[in-house]
C-alpha cells in the first residue's frame, strides 16, 4: 500500500516523470507488485478514504466506551460508600426500629430499644446529679420560705420523676412482652433494672432532703406499673406463728383487680400466706391454700388502713378497714401454724420461694405500715393505728422500717406520713 499511497504526490512534485514505490518481499513476484501499482489513483483514494472513516468510527467507539467505563465506575464508587456508610441490618427506608407486627418485637429493634433506654438513664443520671449539686443551696433557701412552698417544690419534683419512670419501665415491659430472651439482652436489662434500682433510692433520699433527721418508719413504697420484676422484700423472715394480726396503709385505683400486697412462702408451700385481689375476685387472704374472702373495699384511689386477725383455734379471722370491723369467719385452716423460714415479699405472689412472680397478680399502687405481729390485737388497737393514736404499736414480728425492707426493678420509696391521710 506505501507505493500507491506516495504516487499521486510524487507525480506533482516531479512534473511528467513518475516514480512507483512498491514494497515487494524478497522472494516475492516483481512483475505483480508492478502490476498492482498501475491500479487507478481514484480507486486509491477512495480506499484512503475508507480506511480513514473506519479509523474515526473506531475512535468514537472508543470514546463512547470509555464515557459508559467512567459512568459505571461512579455509580460502584457511590454504592461502595454507601455501603460502608450503612451499618449492618439498617436498609432502606429504615428509621431506628423495623416495623413491630403483632408486638413482635425484631432482635435488631430490641438492641436498639435496649440501647436507647441506657441513654435514658444517662440523661436522668445526669439531671439527678445537676439537682444534687443545688440540693444544698435549695435546703439553705427553704430554711427561710414557707414549708408549704417547699413541699410544693418536692410535688412537682416527684411528679416528673413519677412520668418518667413510668416511660423507662413501660419501654422495659414492652421488651419483656416481647419474649426476647438472648443471654445479652437478659443481662443488658438486668444491668438497666439494677440502675433504676439505685437511681429511684438516690432520688428518693434527695426527694426526702433530710433523711437522717426523720423517723424511719414515715415512708412508702409505689409500684406503679403491673410487672413480674418490681417488687419489696422484707430483711426478716416469720417465725412459727399459732396467731397472727396483719396491718396496713394501701391506696390502689387498679383494675381489675390491685394485685398481690403481699405474699409469703416456705420451702413446699408458696402459698403459706397471700393477701390478693386478682381480676374481678374480692380481695382473699390465703394460708396453706385455704381461702377466706375479705369484705373490702378499697381500690378508690384514696389511703385506707385494713387489718386482718387470725387464730389458728377454729381458724377464726376478722377484717378491718379504717379501724372499723366489715366482716369475720371460721374455720381458715384451723391448727395450722404459719411455718417459719420463709420469704416475704410485697407487691408480688410467689409461685415459688422468693419467685415465679407472674406480672397479672402483680401489685399496682401504694403500699406503707405493713406491720405484723404474732397474736390477735384487740378492736380498739386496730382502731388506734387507723386513726394514728399516739399510742398506736408498732408490729412486734415485723415494724416498718427502711433498715427493714430492700427494693428491686424501680419500685420506690417517698415520704409517707399516715395521719396526714385522713384529712
Known amino acids: 500500500l506505501l507505493g500507491p499511497a506516495l504516487a499521486p504526490a510524487l507525480a506533482q512534485g516531479l512534473g511528467q516523470t513518475r516514480f512507483v514505490c512498491t514494497s515487494v518481499p524478497l522472494d516475492g513476484d516483481v512483475c505483480a507488485a508492478s502490476a498492482l501499482g498501475t491500479g487507478s489513483a481514484e480507486e486509491l483514494k477512495g480506499t484512503v478514504l475508507q480506511l480513514r472513516e ?65 441513654q435514658t438513664l444517662q440523661s436522668l443520671k445526669t439531671r439527678l446529679e445537676n439537682l444534687e449539686v443545688r440540693e444544698e443551696s435549695r435546703q439553705q433557701f427553704s430554711r427561710m420560705n414557707s414549708s408549704s412552698q417547699t413541699n410544693s417544690l418536692k410535688d412537682i419534683l416527684q411528679n416528673k420523676i413519677d412520668d418518667l419512670e413510668k416511660q423507662v419501665l413501660s419501654r422495659v415491659n414492652s421488651l419483656e412482652e416481647g419474649k426476647l430472651s438472648p443471654r445479652n439482652e437478659s443481662e443488658e436489662r438486668g444491668k438497666i433494672e439494677s440502675t433504676l434500682t439505685s437511681l429511684h433510692q438516690r432520688i428518693s433520699d434527695l426527694e426526702k432532703g433530710q433523711k437522717d433527721n426523720r423517723p424511719p418508719d414515715r415512708f412508702q413504697l409505689t409500684f406503679p406499673l403491673r410487672t413480674n420484676y418490681m417488687y419489696a422484700k422484707v430483711k426478716k423472715s416469720l417465725p412459727e406463728m399459732y396467731a397472727f394480726s396483719i396491718c396496713m396503709w394501701i391506696k390502689s385505683s387498679a383494675s381489675p383487680g390491685m394485685g398481690t400486697p403481699f405474699s409469703y412462702a416456705v420451702p413446699g408451700q408458696a402459698n403459706e400466706l397471700v393477701l390478693i385481689e386478682w381480676g374481678n ?28 386477725t387470725w387464730t389458728t383455734r377454729d381458724g377464726v379471722w376478722e377484717a378491718y378497714q379504717d379501724g372499723s ?49 404474732d397474736r390477735k390485737l384487740s378492736p380498739g388497737e386496730v382502731y388506734g393505728l387507723a386513726t394514728c393514736s399516739s399510742k398506736a404499736l408498732a408490729g412486734n414480728v415485723i415494724a416498718w422500717a427502711e433498715a427493714n425492707i430492700d427494693i428491686y426493678g424501680g419500685a420506690t420509696k417517698w415520704t409517707f406520713e399516715a395521719c396526714r391521710q385522713l384529712n
Not at 335 to 341: E, V
Open 54 to 118: 473506519t479509523v474515526l468510527q473506531q475512535k468514537e467507539t472508543i470514546m463512547n466506551q470509555k464515557e459508559t467505563i467512567r459512568e459505571l465506575t461512579a455509580k460502584l464508587g457511590r454504592c461502595e460508600s454507601q455501603s460502608v456508610l450503612e451499618l449492618p441490618g439498617e436498609g432502606k427506608g429504615r428509621k431506628g426500629f423495623s416495623k413491630n407486627t403483632m408486638g413482635d418485637l425484631s432482635r435488631p429493634a430490641a438492641a436498639e430499644t435496649l440501647s436507647q433506654l441506657g
Open 281 to 308: 375476685n374480692p380481695m382473699e387472704i390465703l394460708i396453706n391454700d385455704k381461702v377466706a374472702k375479705l369484705p373490702f373495699t378499697i381500690n378508690d384511689g384514696k389511703w385506707h388502713h385494713i387489718c386482718v
Open 325 to 373: 370491723q366489715t366482716g369475720n369467719g371460721e374455720n381458715l385452716a384451723p391448727y395450722h401454724p404459719i411455718k417459719p423460714q420463709g420469704v416475704l415479699v410485697l407487691g408480688q405472689e410467689q409461685d415459688t420461694l422468693g419467685g415465679g412472680f407472674d406480672a397479672t397478680q402483680a401489685f399496682v399502687g401504694e403500699l406503707a405500715h405493713f406491720n405484723v405481729w
